[in-house]
């Protein structure tokens, strides 16, 4: 199969490039053919480039400010060479309040100054290969650490007025939980069942409160290859079988900055 070839610009009056080189060194070590076309390039000048170099992807980079004025002139450009099937991605110093404008104007993904080269050099693959990973479909639950279930459910039935669901053990995480419906998620109450229970070690350690947020996904194990190879830090390289006979598996807190997150591919 032949290599996907990017092609990385710099777009404007943008002086500095260090940023696009180590870009593009990395999408080299990935395998990729890389055409980098210099500073100080039009957005006329990057498409016909990307045209005459018959390249799969453009990776813009912008340090100077003006990626709202600059990224969407590429898109347009691209499309008055006939060439709009080209996706075109973007990076640099780029507030996150202007993602979704410049989403809405064509460009397919933003990766900000702090996202790891692998990333990058993952998502372009997928792109090209069809197989970008869905966005989790929905926020499965927001489990909840309690001392004790009992005490803790008259707040969430009677004054909260939500409905109690389920109560199950989990043997495999030596927990006992209960499921309380609240719109299209749930809370999850955690009770320790013993203390080899790391719901009594986070008790121990902080107290009762919120201890994850488990999102829903289709393909638990694709999604945890792909968090495997962009270098992402996970308790959990293989899923394990939760409540309701659910596939989950957890990301390590670090790589949430601070916040556990859990997988969650229910049972079919």
Not at 43 to 58: C, G, K, P, T, Y
Not at 104 to 131: C, H
Request: aromatic fraction near 6%; charge should be negative; glycine fraction near 8%.
């Amino acid at each position: 199969m032949k290599p996907i070839r990017v092609l990385i610009a710099k777009p404007g009056l943008d002086g500095h490039d260090r940023g696009a080189l180590i870009i593009a060194q990395a999408l080299r070590d990935h395998g990729m053919e890389v055409i980098y076309t210099g500073l100080r390039q039009s957005a006329v000048q990057i498409a016909r480039a990307a045209v005459q170099e018959d390249v799969d992807v453009v990776g813009l980079s912008s340090l100077s400010g003006a990626h709202k004025s600059l990224f969407p002139k590429v898109v347009k450009a691209l499309k008055d060479e006939q060439a709009e099937d080209i996706p075109v991605i973007g990076g640099g110093v780029i507030p996150a309040e202007d993602i979704p404008f410049l989403e809405e104007q064509g460009v397919k993904k933003i990766f900000t100054s702090g996202s790891p080269t692998d990333a990058i050099a993952v998502y372009i693959k997928q792109l090209f290969a069809g197989e970008a990973v869905q966005e989790p479909k929905r926020i499965a639950h927001i489990g909840i650490a309690v001392e004790d279930i009992e005490e803790a459910l008259p707040f969430y039935q009677h004054t909260l007025g939500l409905s109690l669901e389920s109560v199950e053990e989990v043997q495999s995480e030596q927990v006992r939980v209960a499921f309380l419906k609240i719109g299209e998620t749930r809370f999850e109450l955690l009770e320790p069942l013993s203390d080899e229970s790391s719901i009594k070690s986070f008790l121990t350690k902080k107290g009762p409160g919120v201890h994850h947020i488990a999102l829903e996904v289709d393909d638990i194990h694709r999604r945890l290859e792909q968090y495997k190879t962009q270098g992402v830090r996970l308790i959990h390289e293989e899923p394990k079988t939760g409540a309701h006979e659910s596939q989950i598996a957890f990301l390590h807190p670090k790589a949430g900055h601070g916040v556990l997150f859990e997988l969650c591919q229910p049972k079919e």
